[in-house]
């Protein structure tokens, strides 16, 4: 553990982090995002879904620094009269979850037809890179929002809202895994020739343990470079799906569904129900694709162009 | 090369194949034809004699075929709601959604171009950074939040343009067209920034990132060796060889760019493909939600192979591998 620790701090990527005002920044910003996410059952001064918590008489109440503001909500309330900032932060809660259960279902699935695409070659390589390229021909979020369309339209609304997060997670990774695929493959090509493969080979290891143990931990860093990436377009596919009615309910609103309650209002001069959650929708993907991009100048690795 | 655009043209049939399939089975699961046609009140002795007329109790491969039979006469179903041919009510929504990814598509080529090569020739330069800078934001905002902005801004706000619709249109042949009139004009500005704003990042970095590749090659040190304008350089050498993969993964992305307008729709209440998709779902309008997805499938297969057969015809590279 210690040894680990040492080889940490002596690391070029810690190194290149530290000299890295961005980064750093970044860094700081996302863990405190990730932190309010995951204590807003502490910090929020409201629980949002708590129905018996909320008048209808505190409904658009503007934010605090404003005419009109109230003490008791620092950035205002939403329509139902639900605090503002407490609904923000279990929305970024619920975006995170879903963002990140989406991008480990997507690598899970992306990483195993990768391997297997890379390693075994041949026929099923060409039959399942096809398959991903056309899926990718789609675009991710058409993709996402078809799947969406469909099992809403199965399940029927009230199911659809009742099962959304777990929902959301399938549709969005299964929307996005040929990224992970390919990313893999193409570092699986470049791995399985090197010597070391062959030496496992020889001594006759199986080929699911060379996969798995010899190849796929050289895989790693493009795909913990793409990950950072995927959790923003994740979260990104999130809002979007939700700000169209096909992804979270307003009764449990993630950042998207709040922009898309507060849409409606604008016109009536509320655009503080909309603004807040779409800043903080910006400054969380903004800064994942910030640490992403500078990863990827650390890391270097040989992306899949395309 | 015709061997490379048959087996380009087969797998476009392939996966328009399995586009249908897919479409066919959310039909045969989820719809009712016979609710389609004659809605709800009516007794169950009548619906199972239409369900036998209409062959519902057919084997499913059976129906399959039928499906793809009507499919390729243009026939997708019945819209539910609108009481119409599903695909009658697609094209004359698709009118609308082609203006505004055409004047989106224009806008992203005009200002992509220069603003990219420019980067790419003065890398280290102010302006460039804060463009790099500014574009990884732009990539940032999801396209509904730039909307609301300008709705907000400029119609709430300022009050100087149209918030929602189309506005005039004057039919012209059948197609209802918003270029012609004033009124029309006015109000595709705002869709039209709103969804080339998702793409523009995304070009700006694919031209910077292309030309500055070209710069660096042999031939352009050659062309700087022999003493060659700059701008002949940049432009005529440089620049022409940056186009070509640009265009391809351009072609790409402005098919993508059909995903994004149903944002952009919903939020402008454009009366387009997009915003009929959303209606659809949100009624359970089967058969329109299984015809648009035919349809849209079918633009991306088609904007996908001709980019790909452009593509082998200009780089032999291509097709040869492809070949194998």
């Known amino acids: ?306 | 090369m015709f061997a490379f655009i048959v087996k380009r043209v087969t797998q476009a049939i392939f996966v328009m194949l399995v586009i249908s399939f897919i479409g066919f089975s959310i039909r045969q699961q989820i719809g009712d034809p016979v609710r389609d046609i004659v809605g709800e009140r009516v007794s169950v002795e009548e619906r199972e004699a239409l369900r036998d007329k209409l062959g519902l109790n057919d084997p499913f491969v059976m129906q399959y075929v039928r499906f793809v039979r009507n499919a390729l006469q243009g026939d997708l179903g019945h819209s539910f709601f609108f009481k119409r041919p599903a695909l009658e009510v697609i094209f004359d929504k698709a009118p609308a959604t082609l203006e505004l990814v055409f004047v989106s598509s224009l806008l992203v080529i005009l200002i992509s171009i220069p603003i990219g090569v420019y980067a790419a020739i003065n890398p280290r330069n102010w302006f460039s950074r804060l463009i790099m800078g500014c574009s990884i934001v732009g990539v940032s905002i999801p396209v509904f939040l730039t909307a609301i902005l300008l709705i907000y801004l400029f119609s709430v706000e300022l009050q100087w343009l149209p918030s929602y619709g189309r506005g005039d249109t004057v039919n012209v042949w059948g197609w209802q067209t918003g270029f012609l009139t004033f009124d029309g004009l006015k109000h595709l500005i705002l869709p039209s920034i709103a969804l080339s704003s998702i793409m523009l990042p995304l070009f700006i970095r694919l031209i910077r990132s292309e030309m500055m590749e070209v710069l660096e090659t042999e031939y352009i040190k050659f062309a700087w060796a022999k003493g060659l304008h700059r701008w002949r350089v940049w432009f005529l050498h440089a620049f022409k060889n940056t186009l070509l993969p640009v265009i391809t993964v351009g072609g790409v992305q402005i098919g993508i760019m059909i995903a994004y307008t149903i944002l952009t729709e919903t939020v402008f209440q454009w009366q387009g493909m997009g915003f009929m998709f959303l209606e659809a779902v949100e009624r359970s309008d089967t058969s329109l939600l299984v015809a648009y997805m035919v349809v849209v499938g079918a633009l991306f297969v088609v904007v996908n192979t001709v980019v790909d057969v452009i593509y082998g015809l200009v780089n032999p590279m291509v097709r040869v591998a492809g070949r194998k």
């Open chain 1, 1 to 306: 553990m210690k040894r680990k620790w040492r080889r940490f701090k002596e690391s070029y990527l810690l190194y290149s982090f530290k000299r890295d005002p961005v980064a750093i920044v970044s860094f700081v910003i996302l863990a405190i995002l990730i932190m309010l996410s995951i204590l807003a059952p502490v910090i929020a001064p409201y629980d949002p879904y708590d129905v018996a918590g909320i008048d209808i008489m505190d409904a658009e109440i503007p934010p605090l620094w404003t005419e009109g503001g109230n003490d008791n909500f620092l950035l205002g309330t939403d329509i139902q009269g639900r605090d503002l900032l407490s609904s923000m932060f279990y929305g970024l809660r619920l975006s995170v979850l879903i963002g990140c259960g989406a991008v480990l279902l997507q690598a899970m699935i992306g990483i195993f037809i990768g391997l297997i695409s890379g390693y075994i070659g041949g026929k099923t390589d060409a039959f399942l890179m096809r398959v991903a390229d056309v899926q990718l021909s789609f675009s991710t979020l058409m993709v996402a929002i078809l799947i969406s369309a469909i099992f809403q339209v199965a399940f029927g609304v009230g199911r659809y809202e009742e099962l959304a997060v777990p929902l959301l997670v399938i549709i969005i990774g299964f929307a996005e895994w040929p990224q992970y695929a390919r990313t893999v493959r193409a570092s699986v090509l470049g791995e399985k020739n090197k010597e070391y493969v062959e030496a496992a080979r020889v001594i006759g290891l199986s080929r699911i343990w060379i996969m798995v143990r010899h190849i796929l931990p050289n895989t790693m860093s493009p795909v913990l470079v793409i990950s950072t990436v995927q959790v923003a377009n994740a979260v990104m596919s999130e809002a979007a799906l939700s700000f169209l009615g096909l992804g979270m309910p307003v009764t449990k609103p993630s950042l998207g569904s709040l922009i898309n309650s507060g849409f409606e209002y604008i016109f009536s001069g509320s655009w503080w129900i909309t603004f807040f959650p779409g800043v903080l929708l910006v400054v969380f993907v903004l800064v994942v694709n910030l640490l992403g991009d500078w990863l990827r100048d650390v890391l270097n690795p040989k992306l899949y162009k395309g």
